[in-house]
T-cell receptor, first 118, second 111 residues
């Protein structure tokens, strides 16, 4: 399978614990995005990498959240001191920078990691 | 906030065409229309995108009105596996921007 993969698929944790999720993008995709999706809502953007550089962060990404992409390949998203409000599906997407100015990039999503904070 | 408006739900009989509307009256000249769908408990799946011309691929057709203020995604022969939430998204042509999802349309294909 050459699609985007995410691990774990499910995580149950107690409030106050730290959790880390991993995303492996499609091979050679240089862009990687993290989104969060709560029940009944569409995904919301969290942050975005181009290669190893984190280029954009949304206001949703509080200081308890940190994301890395150290070698420009896989990425991790860590949530410290989890709260019940962090319960959501965390989605990763990857894309390739278009070769020409008028080309469009298409983001391909992984299956997500479903987090439940008790 | 999402720049699109979609009906919250629609039904379609299996084997019939599913026509999903989307309003994007404030779309700018350099913004594309993208469609994704999300089957229950899975990540969103790319379907199609377009700027002003109608587009067709193996999954669907995208019809964009001449004034670009609305569009319709057409699944020509809906199957039970097409039951999903369909998201219509407008996105700048620069391309390196995150997708802004609304609540989408929940399509139920009925046998």
């Amino acid at each position: 399978d050459t699609g985007v993969s995410q691990n774990p698929r499910h995580k149950i944790t107690k409030r106050g614990q730290n959790v880390t999720f991993r995303c492996d993008p499609i091979s050679e995709h240089n862009r990687l995005y993290w989104y969060r999706q709560t029940l009944g809502q569409g995904p919301e953007f969290l942050t975005y990498f181009q290669n190893e550089a984190q280029l954009e962060k949304s206001r949703l990404l509080s200081d308890r959240f940190s994301a890395e992409r150290p070698k420009g390949s896989f990425s991790t998203l860590e949530i410290q001191r989890t709260e019940q409000g962090d319960s959501a599906m965390y989605l990763c997407a990857s894309s390739n920078q278009p070769g020409t100015q008028n080309s469009q990039e298409t983001q391909y999503f992984g299956p997500g990691t479903r987090l439940l904070v008790l | 906030d999402a720049k699109t408006t979609q009906p919250p739900s629609m039904d379609c009989a299996e084997g019939r065409a599913a026509n999903l509307p989307c309003n994007h009256s404030t779309i700018s000249g350099n913004e594309y229309v993208y469609w994704y769908r999300q089957i229950h408990s899975q990540g969103p799946q790319y379907i199609i995108h377009g700027l002003k011309n109608n587009e067709t691929n193996e999954m669907a057709s995208l019809i964009i009105t001449e004034d670009r203020k609305s569009s319709t995604l057409i699944l020509p022969h809906a199957t039970l596996r097409d039951t999903a939430v369909y998201y219509c998204i407008v996105r700048a042509s620069s391309g390196n921007t995150p997708l802004v999802f609304g609540k989408g349309t929940r399509l139920s294909v009925i046998a």
